[in-house]
């Protein structure tokens, strides 16, 4: 279902709004929603250390970004005919 929503949020974004990058961040133990950043195209750019703080501990995030040419291009592939010969 994520994925669904996600690839309807970046074409509401990049189409209609015209962004030209999205940024996102999940918690480094946060392995499920750094799979699901990474499944939609998101680049892993940075870690941010100690920035998030959730129950009193501080931890690290991942900084992910999908920049509209790269979203682009990765539409045109799926859409693209498959040709055989």
Known sequence: MFQEAAALVLEFTFDTIGV?????????????????????????????????????????????????IDWRESRRMVTAPVRVH
């Open 20 to 68: 030209h990058r999205l940024e996102a961040r999940a918690a480094v133990p946060n392995g499920r929603g750094n799979g699901a950043l990474q499944k939609i195209g998101a680049v892993q750019e940075c870690v941010l250390r100690k920035s998030l703080l959730r129950n009193g501990q501080y931890l690290d995030q991942v900084l992910y970004a999908v920049v509209d």
